[in-house]
């Protein structure tokens, strides 16, 4: 029975931010483990190739072009999806760009564009995945959110944080309301997770990634891949009693207070 603990095989997937990152390194994850899945992004090339290593997997990929902050674009993905495979088990909500600016000169018009990159557009999946999960009386929902919904970061966050804390409160709620059909909505607190967009801040600023790391007491910054276990664990029947948690992948950066000191052996990470 253990072995079968993390076994996709038959189930239905979909995955935003497919094509680079974490959604990415999660439709991988997932196929590994024996889940067919659709792939949303905006990044067309990006999802092709996505779509390709999962088919060199055995796995069945569809690749659908859609901005997650419109529903008018949701909406006919799951339609597709419907017609495709007829069901949904798991729905993992990855993309969505934040946008940076201080709270004093950030427009107003930024702040809402944020909102519908990061809560709107998560929401608006959620609802069209809950609708078909509550159908079939299972599934399971993933919201990545940041530990900028549970502590400041500064640096002109405040649109980006706010979002965030927005999308916590929102797994709350949807766990609250569902899980006793069988719906389970969890979310993922991520720290700095190396991806292009934060290669390029890091290039521009030498010495970002000395103060991020500085923060972690795992002494690094995470990898795309490091989502990778605990989204099978999420999506499979390992996790059928984890509901409504909010799960931080931080390297231990919220525990630490700001004022401690980690320990750092030089070579001796693991």
């Keep these: 029975m253990a072995s079968n603990l993390f076994d996709l095989t038959g189930r239905v997937a979909l995955v935003s931010g497919a094509a680079q990152g974490m959604g990415r390194a999660m439709s991988l994850a997932l196929a ?3 889940a067919d899945l659709m792939l949303a992004d905006l990044n067309e090339a990006g999802l092709q190739q996505t779509a390709e290593a999962i088919a060199k997997l055995g796995r069945r990929a569809i690749p659908v072009r859609c901005n997650v902050s419109q529903p008018e674009q949701i909406r006919p993905m799951f339609e597709q999806l419907d017609r495709e495979f007829g069901r949904i088990d798991f729905l993992a909500n990855v993309a969505g760009e934040g946008i940076l600016g201080k709270p004093e000169e950030i427009s107003l018009a930024d ?5 519908r990159n990061l809560v709107l557009g998560r929401f608006c999946m959620c609802q069209e995945a809950g609708r078909r999960m509550l159908k079939q009386g299972r599934g399971s929902i ?8 549970q502590t400041a ?23 609250t309301e569902w899980s006793s059909a069988g719906v389970r909505v969890n979310s993922i607190l991520p720290a700095q997770v190396v991806n292009p967009s934060l290669e ?11 103060r991020f790391e500085s923060g972690i007491p795992r002494g690094r910054m995470g990898q795309p891949t490091d989502i990778q276990g605990l989204a099978v664990f999420l999506a499979s ?9 909010i799960i931080p992948m931080d390297g231990g950066n919220l525990a630490m207070n700001a004022g401690g000191t980690r320990r750092y052996v030089e070579n001796q990470q693991q």
């Design 111 to 115: 702040v809402e564009q944020c909102w």
């Design 200 to 210: 390029k801040r890091m290039a521009a600023d030498p010495t970002l990634q000395a």
């Design 142 to 149: 993933v919201n990545i959110g940041s530990i900028a919904s």
């Design 153 to 175: 970061l500064g640096r002109g966050h405040i649109a980006y944080s706010m979002a965030m804390g927005a999308v916590v409160q929102m797994t709350r709620e949807l766990s």
């Design 237 to 245: 029947d390992a996790s059928t009693w984890i509901t409504g948690a």
């Design 32 to 34: 590994q483990h024996g």
